[in-house]
T-cell receptor
Framework: AQSVTQLDSQVPVFEEAPVELRCNYSSSVSVYLFWYVQYPNQGLQLLLKYLSGSTLVESINGFEAEFNKSQTSFHLRKPSVHISDTAEYFCAVSVSPSGGFKTIFGAGTRLFVKA | DGGITQSPKYLFRKEGQNVTLSCEQNLNHDAMYWYRQDPGQGLRLIYYSQIVNDFQKGDIAEGYSVSREKKESFPLTVTSAQKNPTAFYLC??????????????FGEGSRLTVL
């Protein structure tokens, strides 16, 4: 069975500091990997995804994540955070057991950026 | 603009009442999903549908029902049998099975509170 573990439930950080949100997964089959962001009382939005190819993927607002197959990790990083990055971040893996897709989410990491 | 529309955004219900949450998409996506979100637990899959007139139970289907009579619509009914229905409910969709990667597109969510 697949599972996703987000190692930190909350991450407080000062504005302009770097941040890393950690995500580990377990799966016996190939997966697609995603990070979604959720602002208060809203749905989730895709932040970035790893499907294949380069193991380092980037978003348009400065986040990046690196797929590490040997460590089964997909940590999210940003070199300098802004107040507006305060949100909840979800790591997810998607597998295709029999034609369809199943997505498993981590429990989420709440990023709180302080001035 | 294409997207997913959920309604109502906020809903209050008395114990013992059924309530139906609406989800409509104009993305021409084949697959649709309902998730339940509780604090600190990530997203849990209630039901999903990969094609019209077909749907499958997710991990926590008890006390819920769905229908998929049209490609655009996937309403969720929270029945009186659901023991703890107070939660944030998210509807999502994904592309057809041929090009799907498991990437999900979410609505803005519906917050149900049982009084």
């Amino acid at each position: 069975a697949q599972s996703v573990t987000q190692l930190d439930s909350q991450v407080p950080v000062f504005e302009e500091a770097p941040v890393e949100l950690r995500c580990n997964y377990s799966s016996s089959v190939s997966v697609y990997l995603f990070w979604y962001v959720q602002y208060p009382n809203q749905g989730l939005q895709l932040l970035l995804k790893y499907l294949s190819g380069s193991t380092l993927v980037e978003s348009i607002n400065g986040f990046e994540a690196e797929f590490n197959k040997s460590q089964t990790s997909f940590h999210l990083r940003k070199p300098s955070v802004h107040i507006s990055d305060t949100a909840e971040y979800f790591c997810a893996v998607s597998v295709s057991p029999s034609g369809g897709f199943k997505t498993i989410f981590g429990a989420g990491t709440r990023l709180f950026v302080k001035a | 603009d294409g997207g997913i529309t959920q309604s109502p955004k906020y809903l209050f219900r008395k114990e013992g009442q059924n309530v139906t949450l609406s989800c409509e998409q104009n993305l021409n996506h084949d697959a649709m999903y309902w998730y339940r979100q509780d604090p600190g637990q990530g997203l849990r899959l209630i039901y999903y549908s990969q094609i019209v007139n077909d749907f499958q139970k997710g991990d926590i289907a008890e006390g819920y029902s769905v229908s998929r009579e049209k490609k655009e619509s996937f309403p969720l009914t929270v029945t009186s049998a659901q023991k703890n229905p107070t939660a944030f409910y998210l509807c999502a969709s994904s592309r057809d099975r041929i090009v799907n990667t498991g990437e999900l597109f979410f609505g803005e969510g519906s917050r149900l509170t049982v009084l």
